[in-house]
């Protein structure tokens, strides 16, 4: 099974807007990673946080981390139509390699 | 930047052939992946490889080797392609001993059809 699954599995929303997606996952980590994929390419990284970190920025990105939870959310505030992507989270469940989850596919209508 | 290049964006072979994928990383890591990617079933990690002729399995190995002579390439071999090894094809490679502490860059990957 997943170690990571993103919610929701798809997301529509208009340009300006902010898009939320967030990752569960089932056992503790040491790291999660948020990868952007835009289509029929490869996935480009985004934000890693560690485990004793709660809140990561970059740019207009936000990345929440609640290990009580067991649960990150990737924030991407005042979206772009450039933004249109599937977005996946990845999680090292304890070892040294990375599980990646399904992905959130985010369509921003311009 | 880090540029991870695969061979070729697509591919045709028939059942029972030998199929090679190449990838080539151009920043000394010591560290390169092999996954496959299926709709519905994310990415999956096939080998991995942590330094020049060193391979570890991944999670769905069957199928598949890999080789790595050279620090900066990975290839991926499947000794008799199979139609369920139709996929898209992911090279990845990182710094670092420590795997899931670095980010991967990626390859814009090799789909692959098998017919």
């Known amino acids: 099974s997943q170690q990571g699954e993103e919610d929701p599995q798809a997301l529509s929303i208009q340009e300006g807007e902010n898009a939320t997606m967030n990752c569960s996952y089932k056992?503790?980590?040491?790291?999660l990673q948020w990868y952007r994929q835009n289509s029929g390419r490869g996935l480009v990284h985004l934000i890693l946080?560690?485990?004793?970190?709660r809140e990561k920025h970059s740019g207009r990105l936000r990345v929440t981390l609640d290990t009580s939870k067991k649960s990150s959310s990737l924030l991407i505030t005042a979206s772009r139509a450039a933004d249109t992507a599937s977005y996946f989270c990845?999680?090292?469940?304890?070892?040294?390699?990375?599980?990646f989850g399904t992905g959130t596919r985010l369509q921003v209508f311009p | 930047d880090v540029k991870v290049t695969q061979s070729s964006r697509y591919l045709v072979k028939r059942t029972g052939e030998k199929v090679f994928l190449e990838c080539v990383q151009d920043?000394?890591?010591?560290?390169m992946f092999w996954y496959r990617q299926d709709p519905g079933l994310g990415l999956r990690l096939i080998y991995f490889?942590?330094?020049?002729?060193?391979?570890e399995k991944g999670d769905i190995p069957e199928g598949y080797s890999v080789s790595r002579e050279k620090k900066e390439r990975f290839s991926l071999i499947l000794e008799s392609a199979s139609t369920n090894q139709t996929s898209m094809y992911l090279c990845?490679?990182?710094?670092?001993?420590?795997?899931?502490?670095?980010?991967?860059?990626f390859g814009d990957g090799t789909r692959l059809s098998i017919l």
């Open positions: 990845a490679s990182s710094d670092g001993t420590y795997y899931s502490n670095q980010p991967q860059h």
């Open positions: 056992t503790s980590i040491n790291n």
């Open positions: 946080i560690r485990s004793n970190e």
């Open positions: 990845a999680t090292d469940k304890n070892t040294d390699k990375l599980i």
């Open positions: 920043m000394d890591h010591e560290n």
């Open positions: 490889s942590y330094d020049v002729k060193m391979k």
